[in-house]
C-alpha cells in the first residue's frame, strides 16, 4: 500500500468511522439521559402529587388524580422507549467502538504492539485489517441490538394474544 492510498485510507475511511461512531455515541448518551432525567423528574412529580392530592380541597382532587396519571404515564413511555430504542445500549457501543479505532489508531501511529516490527508496509497492512475487523464486528454486534428489542416487544405482545 504506497503513502498516497494509505493516506486516503486514514482520511476517507478511519477519520470518517471515528466521526460517525463518536457523533453516534454522543447523540445515543444525549437520548438516553433526557430519558432518564424526564422519568425521574415526572417520578417525583407524581409521588409529590398523590402525596398533596390528600391536602387539597376536594374539587381539585380529580385535577391531581388526572395530573398524577398524566405523569405516571410519561414514565411509563420514556422506559418503553429506552427498551425500544436502546439509546443507553448504542451509547455504550458507541463509545467503546470510538475508543478502539482510537487506541488502534494511536498505537500504529507511534509503532507499538503490533506495529513495532519497523516494516511500514506490514504494519499498515495489520492496521487495515485490524481497523475493519473492529467495524465489521460492530456491524453484527450493532445489527443484534437493534433487532432484539423487536423481538422482546412480539414476544410480549404473543404472551398477551395467548393468555386472552
Known amino acids: 500500500m504506497n503513502d498516497t492510498n494509505f493516506d486516503d485510507y486514514m482520511k476517507s475511511r478511519v477519520e470518517d468511522q471515528l466521526s460517525y461512531f463518536d457523533s453516534s455515541a454522543i447523540r445515543n448518551q444525549r437520548a438516553y439521559r433526557r430519558l432518564k432525567l424526564t422519568a425521574i423528574v415526572c417520578n417525583i412529580l407524581t409521588t409529590m402529587t398523590i402525596a398533596l392530592a390528600f391536602t387539597v380541597p376536594e374539587a381539585y382532587k380529580v385535577t391531581m388524580g388526572i395530573l398524577a396519571l398524566v405523569l405516571s404515564?410519561?414514565?411509563?413511555?420514556?422506559?418503553?422507549?429506552?427498551?425500544?430504542?436502546?439509546?443507553?445500549?448504542k451509547w455504550e457501543k458507541f463509545r467503546l467502538v470510538t475508543e478502539q479505532l482510537k487506541s488502534e489508531r494511536f498505537l500504529f501511529l507511534n509503532g507499538v504492539g503490533p506495529y513495532s516490527s519497523g516494516n511500514e508496509d506490514a504494519s499498515r497492512l495489520e492496521f487495515v485489517e485490524r481497523i475493519e475487523g473492529t467495524i465489521r464486528g460492530t456491524d453484527i454486534a450493532y445489527f443484534s441490538l437493534m433487532v432484539e428489542p423487536g423481538r422482546r416487544l412480539e414476544k410480549r405482545l404473543q404472551q398477551i394474544e395467548d393468555r386472552t
Open 73 to 89: 404515564t410519561i414514565v411509563l413511555g420514556t422506559y418503553q422507549l429506552e427498551e425500544f430504542q436502546n439509546y443507553g445500549a
